[in-house]
Nanobody, 126 residues
């Protein structure tokens, strides 16, 4: 089992920056990948970014590449999402997730993730 708690969501103006955090708690898994997803009103949850345990591999959605950066501090069991040059279309609830069975592979599909946080709201005003 994995418990995930996101924080850092806020209202920000277009062009601004925001850093999200996700603290993980688990006694079951180690060396697991972590991902960020987002869901806008009326839309499906979509992949944003993911990183392996050691940070050697990352993956980004095309829509955020070059603007968002995923990082993690394994000593704190925390993954971060630095979001720069924010746009109104980045407005969504942002979720962090851990793959099924604590896998260290990178996945883009929500179906590959078993553990989810409660989400944190990011609103970008124009």
């Amino acid at each position: 089992q994995v418990q995930l708690v996101e924080s850092g969501g806020a209202l920000v103006q277009a062009g601004g920056s925001l850093k999200l955090s996700c603290a993980a708690s688990t006694r079951t898994y180690s060396n697991y990948a972590m991902g960020w997803f987002r869901q806008a009103p009326g839309k499906e949850r979509e992949f944003v970014a993911a990183m392996t345990w050691g940070g050697r591999s990352t993956d980004y959605a095309d829509s955020v590449k070059g603007r968002f950066t995923i990082s993690r501090d394994n000593a704190k069991n925390t993954v971060y999402l630095q979001m720069n040059s924010l746009k109104p279309e980045d407005t969504a609830v942002y979720y962090c997730a851990v793959p099924a069975r604590g896998s260290n592979w990178l996945f883009r599909s929500t179906s590959n993730y078993d553990y989810w946080g409660q989400g944190t709201q990011v609103t970008v005003s124009s």
